[in-house]
């Protein structure tokens, strides 16, 4: 059991896998040419003008690009927030 | 006769375009194809040497190409195949002496005579490339299990994209299944889910090749080398044959999960 998770660990840390979340994260920004800070700016102006229509939640406001294939999509998961009662 | 233009490419230098051009080249000769390959790589002559026939150079690409002699003159004839040819590249040139619509017209005259035209283009993504690319029908992208291979790589077929030619077709070469079974090493596999193009083939990593260039003789002539038979693989693949995949790690039936991704995926 100690050597199964021992193994378990080992393969975690593996340098392999650090090279495939490393070329998945630089391949996103070479194919969109988006880098890690212009998304972080995008977020936060998109924050701003939907707060202009709508009460969402800012700290649960998650954007991010996801990949099918060669395909990037841009996926914005933005909560609102439920209306007060006056 | 319509012949198709392969273009070998790969963005990074040294992962082995000019050694897949020329063992693509003998193997498809040996199936009894008519093959010319083209070295276009200007001022950085090598597929002669690969393949051994440098002592027979007279004229060359560029030579062809500004008329200084007729195309057959150029092609040189294989010692081993009759049915393969070498136009080499100039080597007191530069890229600029060639342009994509040479190469163009260069090739429709080829196809009239040939079953495969194999270009090997330069590393970069500058003109040598572009002049390399033009007259592609098909292009195969070579890459390593390497984060700075598989990086290029995936602009290359970013770029064949852009110019209508994809989508390109995968090999990846020099995989050691020792360092990927330890974790050590991106596995086939995953390189294919990272570029998520079309695999035709994987090879080893093995000490037959290097040996075999020393001889001026590709390694698919040598049966007994694993990355051989990957080249001859490869090559009927390209011909339209069905070849399984090599199980190279039979215990965790690697190569049929390989498959299975294959089929499944874009």
Redesign the interface.
């Known amino acids: 059991m100690a050597s199964l998770f021992g193994k378990l660990t080992?393969?975690k840390h593996?340098?392999?896998?650090r090279?495939?979340e490393?070329?998945?994260l630089?391949?996103i920004h070479?194919?969109t040419d988006l880098s890690p800070e212009a998304l972080r700016s995008l977020k936060d102006r998109l924050i701003e003008v939907i707060s202009d229509y709508v009460q969402i939640d800012a700290n649960q406001t998650e954007i991010q690009i996801e990949t099918d294939?060669?395909e990037q999509t841009l996926i914005a998961n933005i909560p609102l927030k439920s209306p007060r009662v006056r | 006769m319509n012949g198709k233009v392969v273009t070998i490419t790969s963005g990074k230098g040294g992962v082995g375009k000019t050694t897949t051009t020329a063992n693509l080249g003998i193997a498809l000769a040996s199936l009894g194809q008519k093959v010319v390959c083209i070295d276009s790589d200007i001022g950085l002559r090598n597929l002669d040497v690969v393949l051994g026939l440098e002592n027979r150079i007279v004229y060359d690409l560029v030579d062809a190409i500004e008329g200084r002699c007729r195309l057959p003159q150029a092609m040189i004839r294989d010692k081993r195949f009759e049915t393969l040819f070498l136009i080499p590249a100039a080597q007191t040139r530069d890229k600029t002496a060639v342009s994509p619509s040479d190469m163009v017209k260069l090739c429709d005259s080829l196809r009239e005579e040939m079953d495969w035209i194999i270009i090997d283009s330069p590393a970069g993504i500058e003109r040598g490339f572009r002049n390399a690319l033009a007259p592609a029908d098909e292009v195969i992208v070579i890459t390593n299990p390497?984060?700075s291979a598989?990086?290029d790589a995936?602009?290359i077929?970013?770029l064949v994209?852009a110019e209508e030619k994809g989508p390109a077709k995968l090999i990846i070469n020099r995989i050691n299944l020792s360092m990927?079974k330890?974790?050590?090493?991106?596995?086939a596999e995953?390189v294919v889910e990272?570029l998520?193009?079309p695999i035709i083939g994987i090879v080893p990593e093995d000490e037959a090749v290097l040996v075999s260039t020393n001889h001026g003789h590709p390694v698919v002539l040598n049966e007994k080398s694993r990355a051989g038979r990957s080249f001859m693989n490869i090559a009927a693949r390209l011909n339209g044959e069905d070849v399984p995949w090599l199980e190279l790690d039979e215990k965790n039936g690697f190569f049929n999960r390989l498959g299975k991704i294959i089929s499944g995926?874009?």
């Open positions: 080992e393969k593996a340098s392999a896998n090279a495939k490393r070329l998945h630089v391949l070479d194919r294939g060669r | 390497e984060v598989v990086r995936d602009r077929i970013g994209e990927v330890r974790g050590d090493m991106i596995s995953d990272l998520a193009i995926g874009s």
